[in-house]
């Protein structure tokens, strides 16, 4: 875990924004066509996989490599709803695929 103290709020904005300009400089076309129902599976450094189902995009110019999407992983094999930045998405999923490896995650089945 990384953890950055800030002297002021204009100082936090800033890195917030070097950092999504860095993060959006990192994403392949194939990334930005993720549309809603679209499936797809996130390594993470833990050991484990994220699995997510993107639910919208967004239209405002600076999260426009953001999707909220439900996920669920070995840490939340019943989901969570949140924003994914789309650099982070390692490879698309049929929607067949996604839908055993939830049921999988959610009966504690080996993956």
């Known amino acids: 875990m990384h953890i950055e103290f800030f002297d002021s709020f204009e100082e936090m904005m ?7 300009e860095a993060a ?8 930005k066509q993720l549309k809603p129902g679209d499936c797809f599976v996130s390594p993470t450094p833990y050991g484990f996989n ?3 189902v993107v639910l ?8 426009q490599n953001y999707r909220l999407c439900n996920c669920y992983s070995e840490a939340c094999p019943n989901g969570e709803r ?4 789309i650099s982070t998405i390692g490879a698309v999923l049929s929607r067949e695929d996604f839908e055993v490896i939830k049921k999988q995650l959610r009966e504690g089945s080996e993956i």
Do not use: C, F, M, P
């Not at 959006?24 to 990334?31: I, K, S």
């Not at 949140?82 to 930045?85: A, E, N, T």
């Open 82 to 85: 949140g924003d994914v930045h």
């Open 56 to 63: 919208q995009s967004y239209k405002q110019e600076h999260l």
């Open 14 to 20: 800033a890195a917030e924004k070097e950092a999504r």
């Open 50 to 52: 994220i699995y997510g």
């Open 24 to 31: 959006d400089n990192r994403t392949h076309d194939w990334q």
